[in-house]
């Protein structure tokens, strides 16, 4: 796994953002940062805790979790035993049950996109991740800098972490929920949280970080929702 701070300027509050499959920093450059400092991680193909996430619970006053797509799985496996050390917990379109056909992505739908992945299919996902051709063109516009091997690297060693790290916990205290999802099903997200977390419904795709101007306005979004927001 590897880390890479999106702002870092002295702030007492922390952002600590899992990112999805196939993602870098680069679909995120236009959310500035105005009280947090924000440390993502991303490329799961070794996904050992950093240094870097371990500093943080010693230098900030407030540390936010958010996570996004597999990487509220990742997050999860992670940060279990830093649970209570979180301001918030935020699962964004994603669930701690990735492959599962009730609660995540049908095993053969994951399984598909593994068997064909390649340039073609990866902007068909992008697209499908976005909601369709319209709104891919923002996504578009910012495209992961990755190579195709590396991103099928990594799907390939998420789809064994998870066939072999069953998780029966969840250290997320809201979701949200976005019901144009077409790669995590509004209804298995759903499916997936219990009573104890705050689903938050939104008209969103998978990708929907177009919605928000900052970092601070998703934290405050989303830290403020109710129950079945919509």
């Known amino acids: 796994m590897k880390t890479k701070w999106l702002h870092k300027n002295s702030k007492e509050k922390c952002i600590l953002f899992f990112n999805g499959w196939s993602c870098d920093e680069t679909p995120f450059s236009q959310l500035l940062s105005k009280e947090y400092d924000v440390l993502m991680c991303y490329d799961y193909r070794d996904i050992l805790q950093t240094k870097e996430i371990k500093r943080l619970f010693e230098n900030y006053e407030g540390i936010y979790l958010l996570a996004w797509s597999l990487g509220v799985y990742v997050a999860n496996l992670l940060m279990k035993d830093r ?66 091997d590396d991103q099928l690297k990594e799907l390939l060693e998420l789809q064994s972490i998870i066939q072999n790290h069953f998780t029966d916990w969840s250290i997320y205290n809201k979701a949200l929920i976005g019901n144009k999802d077409f790669i995590f099903s509004a209804d298995n997200q759903r499916n997936a949280w219990s009573k104890d977390t705050v689903s938050i419904e939104r008209d969103y795709p998978h990708y929907c970080f177009d919605n928000w101007n900052t970092w601070d306005e998703i934290i405050e979004d989303l830290s403020c929702g109710k129950s079945e927001d919509k």
């Not at 699962?91 to 064909?116: E, M, R």
């Not at 369709?132 to 990755?146: D, E, M, T, V």
């Open 83 to 148: 649970k209570n050390l979180f301001t918030d917990a935020i699962a964004i379109n994603g669930t701690v049950h990735p492959i599962d056909n009730l609660k995540g992505i049908p095993p053969a739908v994951f399984q598909g996109t593994i068997s064909g992945l390649n340039e073609k299919n990866l902007e068909k996902f992008w697209m499908r991740m976005c909601g369709g051709k319209s709104a891919y063109q923002h996504f578009h516009a910012n495209l992961p800098k990755r190579d195709l």
